[in-house]
């Protein structure tokens, strides 16, 4: 229900204007054409089904959205709150069907007795089911599962509500419908319930369901044109003419709007695409329509190919048109060794639980934001989408009011008070925005590289999918679909991106006394170059002590430069060892290697007494200082000395910061 009232203006008038328009275009042929050809009671038939061929359904646009992975995208989203407008007038529409069969069947009086008790059913369920089901997510702790027995109840009322819908002369879905809108989406109420129905009802019921409703499909009278006296079957004529009409008016008046707004014409057909889309739902209010009017079997096996069709060509043209990845495809550098001096920082962090907040700080901390320096975070709260059909993007700064029923507000309010009481604590250095993106897992990285675009952020903050013990010894959690989720926006971002991998609660305290050791590995290449002026502001840092070390192949000890990549290289340590000559907390080591192994021994000796290492990913690029480590490597999206750094027996308990620099068009 909260997203019904949050449409925005846009999707009001695209949704409006996708019913009304094919209804007002197939009633006008009807009454200007049809109705020369047909009598009385396939006038009305038509017209029932013309209702039909106008609707949008919210379940069919939303599965398809999901199935071409554009769900959270902003077509996707402008997508389904239109589609959401027209579901609303698929509920006034089945409604003033009911009640006009009833009225014909059985009189005015049992009409305005179902009307009735359709409203006091509503109200019966805004005031008096909807606070019960938040009295059950009050009563239920924070990080605990609903009871079953509510989920239970829950369930059978759905079920209740669908026999009495059947009983006041209602198509048994409203009942049902109406009680949806009220349960509260996402976690813990709609996650429960949608986990003990879920799989039952998309794994069971819908494969028997679709299949009963197209065994009833006889193609061969699909081919059957003529009545039995042997003339053509004009209603048979004229369905197809309301086909053909309705979804070329839908088309053409979905593309007005988003073409008046100045959008991209490729956006604007892949809009029209989206909510010409034809499923189950059509499916069954056809074969409802078919049992209920007893409507002929050719025009029947019609209406069911022509959805058949349309559900097909439909998302295959859309996934041609319609690539939400082209965005990201960078020709302005936007990272941070190509940042000017004195220029402030925009960097985008991403949270999925409440352990990844601390070591965030920590690391905005090191980097010392200051006036002169200052840094921009955005911090965005990743949460799964389960228990909604929708994915939400809130921004908590442009949030009137916290909304006590929002269960998404709710679980972001740990973050919310951390990153505030932070930014308080850094006065003017530091400006902090946070968000929480609702969406599928295999979708977030949909929001994280929108947002790192629009808010032109330099480097994207992204926690390591391994969970260690609070004192680093033990991996207590391995989620593959963070680590899923990483190498997307690594292979998407449209900026530079570092994961941070914490071995041991990131609990330090900056202060003279207790000075946070922070280590650089440098090799060579345009990712260490970055992680270099990562470290470089980290330098500025009073409470902050750097070591370089710079490993290079013995068989460069003369430090021979042959091409552009190694002069950078040499003037950016240059510069490092002018640094170390004028402030003495700044230490400049240089060790050479015969090969990877020996790179392991001098890496495992070394970094382990440090709180912070930082490495440049250079992900698929052997050297002679990695050779014959490539091939062991388990995790590529740290790259090869990332990899050894997030083994369990390297580095000791010290944090690591991979980071990758903003791979441009020209790159790839």
């Known amino acids: 229900m909260s997203v019904v009232l949050r449409t925005r203006k846009s999707a009001t008038s695209i949704g409006t204007a996708a019913v009304m328009a094919p209804f007002l275009c197939g009633i006008t042929i009807i009454h200007f054409h049809s109705a020369k050809y047909l009598d009385h009671e396939h006038v009305r038939m038509l017209g029932f089904m013309t209702g039909m061929l106008c609707l949008t359904p919210y379940p069919v646009v939303s599965s398809v959205l999901n199935d071409l992975k554009i769900l959270n995208s902003e077509l996707g989203r402008l997508g389904l709150s239109s589609a959401l407008v027209s579901e609303m007038f698929s509920i006034f529409f089945n409604v003033t069907a009911a009640l006009t069969r009833t009225m014909s069947k059985y009189g005015v009086k049992e009409a305005l007795i179902c009307l009735a008790v359709a409203v006091l059913f509503v109200f019966l369920v805004i005031f008096a089911i909807r606070p019960i089901l938040f009295w059950i997510i009050k009563q239920t702790p924070e990080g605990s599962l609903v009871n079953d027995h509510c989920v239970y109840c829950i369930i059978i009322v759905a079920l209740l509500t669908a026999y009495a819908s059947h009983v006041f002369q209602f198509y048994s879905i409203l009942g049902p419908y109406i009680l949806g809108l009220a349960i509260p989406e996402g976690p813990p109420l709609g996650t429960a319930i949608i986990k003990k129905i879920d799989t039952f009802v998309n794994g069971v019921f819908m494969p028997i369901f679709v299949t009963t409703c197209a065994i009833r499909v006889d193609l061969t009278d699909l081919f059957n044109w ?116 004195n220029t402030e920082l925009r960097v985008l962090t991403c949270i999925h639980g409440d352990e990844n907040i601390l070591s965030t700080i920590k690391l905005l901390e090191a980097t010392y934001p200051t006036k002169e320096d200052p840094i921009c975070a955005f911090v965005l709260h990743l949460i799964e989408l389960i228990g909604r059909a929708s994915p939400i993007f809130i921004s908590h700064q442009l949030q009137k009011k916290k909304n006590k029923n929002d269960s998404n507000s709710y679980r972001s309010e740990n973050l919310l008070d951390a990153f505030n009481n932070f930014e308080k604590e850094v006065n003017d250095g530091l400006t902090v925005n946070t968000f929480t993106a609702v969406s599928p897992q295999e979708m977030m990285y949909d929001d994280i590289c929108t947002l790192a675009l629009d808010k032109l952020t330099s480097l994207i903050i992204l926690p390591f999918h391994r969970k260690w013990s609070s004192d680093g010894n033990l991996i207590e959690l391995e989620d593959e679909s963070l680590r899923e989720l990483n190498y997307r926006i690594m292979e998407r971002a449209p900026c530079s991106v570092g994961i941070l991998i914490e071995k041991a609660q990131m609990t330090h305290i900056f202060s003279e006394e207790t000075p946070y050791t ?50 950078l290289d040499r003037e950016l340590l240059n510069e490092i060892i002018m640094i170390k000559h004028k402030v003495g907390e700044v230490k400049y080591i240089e060790k050479s290697v015969k090969d990877g192994p020996e790179t392991v021994l001098k890496i495992r000796s070394l970094v382990s007494e440090y709180d912070l290492v930082i490495v440049g990913r250079q992900a698929g690029v052997e050297s002679a200082e990695t050779c014959g480590l490539l091939q062991w490597s388990e995790y590529p999206e740290l790259g090869v000395l990332g990899d050894l750094l997030a083994s369990t027996d390297a580095a000791g308990k010290a944090s690591v910061f991979v980071i990758q620099q903003q791979r441009t068009a020209t790159d790839i």
Not at 300 to 324: E, G, H, K, Q
Not at 522 to 545: C, Q, S, Y
Request: contains cysteine; hydrophobic residues 50%; aromatic residues 8%.
């Open 518 to 567: 922070v280590c650089l590995l440098f090799i060579g290449g345009k990712d260490d170059r970055e992680a270099l002026f990562v470290a470089k502001r980290m330098m500025k840092n009073p409470h902050v002590r750097l070591t370089v070390l710079r490993i290079f192949a013995e068989s460069n000890r003369n430090g021979d430069v042959k091409d552009w990549e190694g002069m």
């Open 226 to 341: 003529r009545t039995k006296n042997g003339s053509i079957d004009n209603f048979m004529v004229q369905t197809l003419v309301i086909i053909l009409v309705t979804v070329s008016a839908k088309f053409v008046v979905c593309m007005i709007h988003p073409l008046w707004n100045k959008m991209p014409l490729n956006y604007a057909l892949s809009l029209s695409l989206i909510m010409s889309c034809k499923g189950i739902v059509e499916m069954a209010a056809y074969s409802l329509i078919k049992d209920m009017m007893e409507i002929p079997d050719n025009v029947f096996a019609l209406l069911m190919v022509c959805m058949m069709i349309i559900s097909t060509i439909m998302p295959m043209l859309l996934s041609l048109l319609y690539d939400p990845l082209k965005k990201y495809a960078g020709y302005t550098r936007r990272n941070i060794m190509d940042l000017g001096r």
